[in-house]
């Protein structure tokens, strides 16, 4: 599976234990940061030459892999991890974590067993605690490491005092909200397990062995300390006694040794502690209930053995804010590189329509906000949700600028191509001539019709027809005034017909950036609304992740609490039941704080949706008045060209003999009647009638007064 654990043929080391202390391995870190797959995190802890890897080997269904050593020299240094796919979760992968045995004579630093004890239950979902021989006082004594916690791992950053011990119990007292689930292998086994003569389940047997003894001596509490922090600090427990899986002389071959030599009695137990692990084992969670993936798992570890090396105490509340905006970082480089890549590649395609780009930009879009939400967590606000739609933006409007420029490099180009033959004719004096005027914009309408013809011009096609007819006015102009056929009459309609024309142009252009405009605006509310509901959808599922984290750990309380109260230790039940207490107005605080968030968020959504809706009026009204502006330049022409015709119009009727006012009457001579079917004669006149060099109203097209 896509984001699964590469192949590992045996473990890694992935924290060394240096003279200097802790340090992460780097290409063990690589190796992590390559899956991202939920991760279930199963660390051995306990004291050296216990058989800790051997259990490990078992969970990796392998039968050697961990060094399991054949001396009293401890063979683990550091914690060394294997990846190997969940066998009976798909997607999901099984971190299997063997740490170095505590209590070897040989390190002479006992700060580092503590280390090392605390790591494992920082990081694991399970915690495997491998002892040998029995559950006894001793055997918890040497379990003192649990005592320490409270030491070495703090919840929330340090506010106030350390000495504020109502704070501290408070503290403690969530422990169980974050820690491991607690799994004890009892090694070499060979008492039967009895109670007063009863038989008694491993569980039973555990539970036994941590009971609490009434007393508030010196000597008491010490004995109630390590048995108290097991029940307080893990939510769950579960006890295994294995028998001795061979002879004594065999033990030292155990890794090579195949199933079918190992007691009956072992391999039933190893196979029931596989089960419970596979089973039982949750994916690995941080503060606030969200999962954690091989990538997160690296920067936890991280985070962790810095924070040691510092010589400050790991802080759970302090390692989640880190990791979290190490990890949304990454999603937002990630995913934007997702998006950036993808409209590269399309890009090459440019120039093209807004339409085709605006698709493609929406899916691309989609797609890495969707792999965002996978990757982010505990993005408070829409910080780094935020940051992508920023960034995409940005991308966006310079892949619509080149997209522009593409188009009018290619428009501009085909209207040189197309315009190649009036240029060729201009210069060979086709249009230096009468009736030269009227060829060229035969030509010239002819391209424009040739060019619109034209698909995939992109964006900018009529503005870019617009500045090119504008830029050729001046020869249009300079052709109109040499042709000698039109006089200064006709000269002055064409000028004014032109001027129409390039008019109606700029308003298709202006047309297109309106229609392109309220398009991306269009784009604009819709990619925002869609990222407001992702936003919401991710605030809901981490309401829900800390819900169950709330609800997990009130369980396990009240667990424990039945349990106190049957053994009669009515004080400690008494403080668990504030400790539940405080867990249910947690709850419902939280409750509270998600209705209200949902009402700022309904009331932001609004205001928003209003802002935007207003920047489109503007937009539209801003157009509205320039078309309006528009309409009044083309009435104004509109009427100077009908009053013109008008004048016209009146001339040629004078010249025809036609009344045109009281006072003013032109018409042939007395005595010079025409024949019958003859036009009256004026001195001066043509065939037609008119004086030389004048045109009927046929020629102008104009029968009859024009209307305004």
């Given at each position: ?562 349990l106190l109260l049957t053994q009669g230790f009515h004080q400690q039940e008494k403080e668990l039941q504030e400790q539940i207490k405080q867990l249910r107005e947690e709850q419902a605080q939280r409750e509270e704080q998600e209705a209200r968030l949902r009402e700022e968020k309904q009331e932001r959504a609004a205001r928003e949706t209003v802002q935007m809706f207003g920047n489109a009026l503007d937009v539209y009204y801003n157009y509205k008045q320039k078309k309006e502006d528009r309409r009044m330049i083309q009435l104004t022409a509109q009427k100077e060209k009908y009053a013109y015709r008008n004048n016209k119009m009146k001339a040629l009727k004078a010249a025809q003999g036609v009344t045109v006012g009281p006072k003013v009457t032109v018409g042939p001579k007395v005595g010079d009647a025409p024949k019958v079917g003859e036009a009256p004669k004026v001195a001066g006149t043509s065939k037609g009638g008119l004086p030389a060099g004048q045109k009927t109203l046929d020629d102008f097209g104009l029968k009859k007064k024009p209307s305004l």
């Open positions: 599976m896509s984001g699964g654990p590469p192949r590992m043929p045996a473990p890694v080391c992935l924290i060394e234990n240096a003279e200097g202390g802790l340090r992460t391995v780097e290409s063990a870190l690589d190796i992590l940061r390559g899956i991202q797959q939920p991760v279930v995190v199963v660390a051995v802890v306990g004291l050296y030459r216990t058989g800790k890897s051997y259990l490990m080997n078992r969970l990796a269904g392998q039968q050697s892999g961990f060094a399991l050593g054949s001396t009293i020299e401890s063979k683990t240094k550091g914690i060394w991890m294997w990846c190997v796919p969940h066998p009976s979760k798909p997607g999901h992968t099984l971190l299997l974590l063997d740490t170095e045995g505590l209590g070897d004579v040989d390190k002479g630093d006992s700060k580092n067993d503590a280390w090392v004890f605390c790591l494992g239950v920082l990081l694991s979902s399970t915690l495997v605690y491998n002892s040998r021989g029995t559950i006894d006082n001793q055997a918890l004594e040497k379990l003192h490491y649990v005592t320490e916690l409270t030491d070495h791992i703090r919840i929330k950053s340090a506010e106030a005092p350390d000495d504020d011990e109502e704070d501290d119990d408070e503290e403690d007292s969530k422990f169980n909200r974050y820690f491991p689930g607690f799994v004890w292998a009892v090694r070499d086994f060979t008492l039967e397990r009895k109670i007063d003569g009863r038989d008694v389940s491993e569980d039973e047997y555990l539970d036994f062995a941590l009971q609490l003894k009434k007393g508030l001596s010196k000597k008491l509490v010490t004995y109630n300390l390590p048995r108290q922090c097991i029940r307080n600090f893990f939510p769950t427990r579960k006890c295994f006694t294995f028998p001795f899986p061979t002879s004594a002389k065999n033990m030292t071959n155990l890794d090579s040794m195949a199933e079918a030599d190992l007691c009956p009695d072992f391999r039933d137990v190893a196979d029931r502690f596989c089960s419970h692990v596979f089973a039982e084992s949750r994916v690995k969670t941080v503060q606030g209930g969200h999962k954690v993936t091989g990538s997160r798992f690296s920067h936890l570890v991280k985070i962790y053995v810095d924070t040691i090396n510092s010589g400050a105490v790991p802080c759970l509340e302090n390692a989640v804010v880190a990791m979290a905006e190490i990890e949304n970082q990454s999603a937002v480089n990630e995913c934007f590189r997702l998006y950036e890549q993808g409209m590269g590649d399309f890009s090459k395609a440019f120039p093209t329509d807004l339409g085709t780009v605006s698709t493609e930009h929406l899916r691309l879009d989609g797609l890495a906000m969707q792999e965002f939400q996978k990757r982010s967590f505990k993005d408070e606000g829409g910080k780094y949700m935020t940051q992508l739609a920023e960034k995409v933006s940005q991308l966006y409007e310079k892949l619509i600028t080149l997209n522009m420029e593409a188009s009018e490099k290619l428009c501009r180009n085909l209207l040189l191509d197309l315009y190649g033959p009036i240029a060729g004719n201009i210069k060979q004096g086709t249009y230096a001539k009468s009736g030269g005027y009227e060829i060229y914009c035969r030509d010239r309408d002819a391209m424009v019709a040739k060019y619109r013809q034209q698909d995939k011009k992109g964006m900018k096609g009529e503005e870019v027809l617009e500045e090119f007819l504008q830029e050729k006015n001046a020869e249009a102009n300079s052709i109109l005034k040499a042709d000698e056929r039109l006089t200064e009459a006709d000269k002055k309609m064409a000028e004014e017909a032109q001027k129409m024309e390039l008019l109606e142009q700029a308003n298709r252009a202006e047309e297109e950036k309106y229609r392109q405009l309220e398009s991306l605006l269009q784009e604009e509310t819709r990619n925002h609304q869609e990222n407001l509901r992702r936003l919401e959808e991710k605030q809901k599922q981490e309401c829900a992740l800390l819900t169950d984290e709330l609800q997990r750990a009130l369980e396990s309380k009240m667990a424990e609490q039945q």
